[in-house]
């Protein structure tokens, strides 16, 4: 590991939460009070909605690493799992819900934040029923299934005066953050070309990732976000056309209703192409960018790292964080200092995503160049 990657990521996250920490306020950007912070407990409440894999295995312990925030309560419809969290996790039952009873957490104001953690096809009618009980939200990708979905969840917050994310976790990565850095401010001339791929071989043929209606697709939704993410950030243009293919499927029966493996191709305003590899199939995991005058890649470039990074003059090296704590406190440091959330992890960012995801769709069914600007 190199000297850079054994900082902490105590103190890095220390470092970019400084300023919260010292300039508190009582209202976040948009005037609303928050409820968590009073008196020394800086930290707003979260609640989990959907304790499946994501939520187990990464969010709830990041949320044992946090500084800015806390795993305050959950919303699950297995009742198993509300016994086992509430002990692990020292969750009082008054902050438990299930899907019934959710909108009742309205009145609960150790919850300032509402995750949800639910399949795609969920995302939309939780943000929403989250906006409207007054919480600020942070939704997971894909934001939803149709851009029309996207809008009405943007539109229930703006309603609620609360701030609406998404999981884009690769925004507060280090890894991540010097090649959009790299890319974005042509340090090796301006990229000409991207490859930007995300696959992995998936298992039980039975999970709603494999069912369109709960999903919206196959590997694209799932995993292919963010090859359009990294060649999005990497040029720091939106693409004005994409083509694509989807490939014969070699296991027809376990891929009857979704996409196994799928390619695209974006062209952007510069003049810079990507071509972009997704699939349930086998694994693939690289953003690489040709320059001018140089190149750089990521690899692994999506997962939950370590990421590692080189460029045509050396390694890349920098702090290995938690993705998910890193996420959450940025999100929640903000909402806490009375910012406004960045741009590039907001609903508006998801829904651009949501609609690249559709027009690629799109371009395979029709075998057409469809065209986005
Ligand atoms: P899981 O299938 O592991 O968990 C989903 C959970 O949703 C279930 O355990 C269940 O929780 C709840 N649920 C409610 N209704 C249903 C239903 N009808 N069918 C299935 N589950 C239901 O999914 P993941 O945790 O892997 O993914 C959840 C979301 O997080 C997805 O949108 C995914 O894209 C995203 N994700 C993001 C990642 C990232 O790196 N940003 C990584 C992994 C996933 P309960 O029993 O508590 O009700």
Known sequence: MSPITSLSRRHFLASI?????????????????????????????IALVGLGSYSKNQLAPALQQTQHCRLAGIVTGTPAKATEWTQKYNIPAKNVYDYKTFDRIIDNPDIDVVYVVLPNSMHAEYVIRAAQAGKHVICEKPMAITEKECQAMIDAARKANKQLAVGYRLHYEPFTQEVMRLGQQKVFGPVKFVEASDAFRIGDPSQWRMKKSMAGGGALMDVGIYAIQGARYVTGEEPVSVTAQFSPKTEPEKFKDVEETIFWQFRFPSGAVSTSTSSYTAGVERLYASCEKGWFELAPAFGYGPLKGRTSKGPIEMPVVNHQAAHMDGVCKDLLAGKTLPNHITGEEGKRDVRLLQAIYQAAETGRTIKLA
């Open 17 to 45: 939460g400084a300023s919260a920490l010292t300039v508190p306020s009582l209202t976040d950007a948009l005037g609303q009070p928050l409820s968590s912070q009073t008196g020394q407990d800086k930290k707003l409440g």
